[in-house]
């Protein structure tokens, strides 16, 4: 606790130094940065059957500064996590050191970094560097990159490095080169938008460990796409090639018998007008998994990971909607007849429609009504075992992954009152795409109400939740209260209820309480309860998160 507190003390006075530094030198050089503290206290509950681990204290934290004069930025990023890293959290990250840092040139035309840097190709299917503290994911690169723009355009970039796992680099190569050319600025179109993208993405890693591999050590990818808009539609497509590499089934067991190559292909495209809006998005991914290292290859930390493959379905913002989510499935996994993946195949549909003030179904404020469907399946095909093999149809559609109906209608009835009503009708197939056991069915149903008082500054929010599910855990109930007292600070409880369990002693109650406060760039919240196990996503990525109780602690800063 007391590594904690210094690095929490030593975090502000460098903020406070800093942030007074920029003032005294506001015509010479720019300084920005920031503080981020996620700390949890964990403790025991005989209720959940947890027992708290050792320590039972622990904290992420994250410290970054940059300074900018005139086209030169340079920053570095130090992070600590005392006494460990929160769990389930990369068990790479482990104390206090300094994570990243980098130094940039950027002009009109030249825009020049080396040491740790972000980057994406496209859609990121092929390359994504990027970092999100709350699922523990951060793989910049260590290197170069050079993006060169000699004309609007065009645009080429050019990277090399190895990927950052916990304070190290992976073992591994990675280099690459992107270029876009927008030809409606060559044409000088006016009212449409035409741009044509090329990706090449190399991975070098020597495999010792197999001595006569039956792989190349350098696996090439290429990847080329399209984008187009014309007033109010749009519609883009992408497709990615992956050379011949070792399928890794487990992490750590590189077969040296078992090389395929992979492929994937994005389509989307839309209408969208003022009060209406439609957009499809199909997706193909056959041995998509990409990682800096073969042997991290189903990790469940998300480290080494090269490429962005988030699960295509609808972000939702309830609590029981949330328990049985899709996680995209890109990779390979032939362990029986019962589990047969070489990839995925489906796609979602998005509608949304806005009622007119003053009509019967929009009434004086308006009505929101959004629809979204979801569907995805295993690649059908000729899969053979004991040999490990298979040869899948293109556009084929095998067993169902998952499948989703999401109907939502919001209301504003006047200037204090504003209500929600959502329907959520979902099928996940838990063996096929969690590899545990069965399928299930849920119907849900959520409601909720905003009331603002004292001329809009003072807010109550209430949301009901419920779920009927016919196998696993069964129903739940849900509900949650938030009181926001002024702009600043707030309260709020939620507590999820798995009463249907057919287990009379596992019908848990998931409580938490807790406060928020704001205050210019600050944001601190303290939340007490207990955190339901399962996955947690964020922007279709998920991380496993075990069962806890506790005191948690979040605050940060920017200057």
Same mark, same amino acid.
């Given at each position: ?67 900018k004069y005139k086209g030169w930025t340079a920053g570095i990023q130090g992070e600590g996590y005392e006494d460990e890293a929160l769990l389930n959290y990369n068990p790479k990250y482990t104390k206090t050191d300094v994570a990243t840092y980098f130094v940039q040139y950027k002009n009109e035309m030249v825009d ?108 090439? +990818? #290429?990847?080329? %796409? =399209?984008?187009?808009?014309?007033? /109010? ?5 992408? !497709? @990615? ?58 990790? +469940? #930390?998300?480290? %080494? =990971?090269?490429?962005?493959?988030? /699960? ?5 913002? !309830? @609590? ?240």
């Amino acid at each position: 606790m007391n590594k904690q507190i210094a690095f929490c003390f030593g975090a502000l006075l460098s903020l406070s130094a800093y942030a007074q530094e920029n003032q005294e030198n506001k015509n010479k050089v720019t300084v920005s940065g920031g503080f981020e503290t996620n700390s949890q206290w964990y403790m025991n509950d005989p209720g959940l059957d947890v027992t708290h681990p050792e320590p039972a204290i622990r904290s992420n934290n994250y410290l970054f500064v940059n300074a900018k004069y005139k086209g030169w930025t340079a920053g570095i990023q130090g992070e600590g996590y005392e006494d460990e890293a929160l769990l389930n959290y990369n068990p790479k990250y482990t104390k206090t050191d300094v994570a990243t840092y980098f130094v940039q040139y950027k002009n009109e035309m030249v825009d020049i970094t080396a040491g740790y840097f972000y980057e994406q190709f496209g859609s990121g299917l092929l390359l994504r560097s990027w970092e999100d503290r709350q699922l523990g994911i951060n793989n910049a690169l260590r290197g170069g990159r050079i993006i060169f723009t000699p004309v609007k355009w065009f645009t080429i970039k050019g990277v090399y490095g190895r990927q950052r796992t916990g304070f190290d680099v992976a073992n591994s190569d990675i280099y690459g080169v992107d270029t876009e050319f927008g030809i409606s600025d060559i044409f000088k179109l006016q009212t449409t938008e035409l741009s044509l993208g090329l990706s090449y993405v190399a991975r070098d890693e020597e495999m010792p460990a197999i001595p006569d591999p039956n792989f190349e050590t350098r696996t090439d +990818a #290429f990847a080329g %796409r =399209i984008n187009f808009a014309h007033q /109010s539609f749009y519609a883009s497509a992408e !497709y @990615n090639y992956k050379s011949k590499d070792a399928v890794v089934e487990k992490q750590d067991q590189v077969k040296n018998n078992f090389v395929k190559p992979g492929n994937a292909l994005l389509v989307n495209a839309g209408y969208s007008k003022k009060g209406f809006g439609i957009d499809g998005t199909f997706r193909r991914l056959e041995n998509m998994s990409f990682y800096s290292e073969r042997r991290a290859n189903k990790n +469940a #930390f998300n480290d %080494r =990971i090269m490429n962005y493959i988030p /699960s295509l379905t609808k972000q939702q913002h !309830y @609590n029981l909607a949330n328990i049985y989510v899709y996680q995209a499935q890109p990779g390979v996994n032939l362990p029986d007849y019962t589990v047969l993946k070489a990839g995925e195949i489906g796609g979602q549909i998005d509608l949304f429609y806005n009622f007119k003030k003053g009509t019967a179904l929009g009434g004086k404020h308006g009505t929101k009504v959004a629809l979204n469907f979801a569907e995805w399946h295993a690649l059908s095909g000729d899969y053979y075992l004991p040999n490990k093999d298979y040869d899948v149809d293109f556009f084929g559609f095998g067993k169902r992954f998952f499948t989703e109906y999401n109907l939502e209608i919001t209301k504003k009835w006047n200037e204090q009152w504003q209500t929600g009503f959502s329907y959520i009708n979902q099928y996940n197939n838990l063996k096929l795409v969690q590899e545990t056991y069965g399928k299930v069915n849920t119907n849900i149903v959520a409601a909720e109400g905003t009331f603002k008082f004292f001329s809009g500054k003072r807010s109550v929010r209430l949301v009901l939740e419920h779920m009927w599910a016919d196998a696993d855990k069964k129903n739940w109930a849900a509900g949650t209260a938030e009181f926001n007292l002024n702009q600043r600070l707030s309260f709020f409880t939620n507590d999820m209820w798995n009463y249907g369990n057919d287990d009379p002693d596992a019908r848990d109650v998931y409580y938490n309480f807790g406060t928020a406060y704001r205050w210019k760039s600050l944001r601190a919240a303290l939340n007490y309860g207990r955190q339901r196990g399962g996955l947690v996503c964020v922007g279709g990525v998920c991380r496993f998160v075990p069962e806890s109780s506790g005191i948690s602690l979040s605050a940060n800063i920017a200057f």
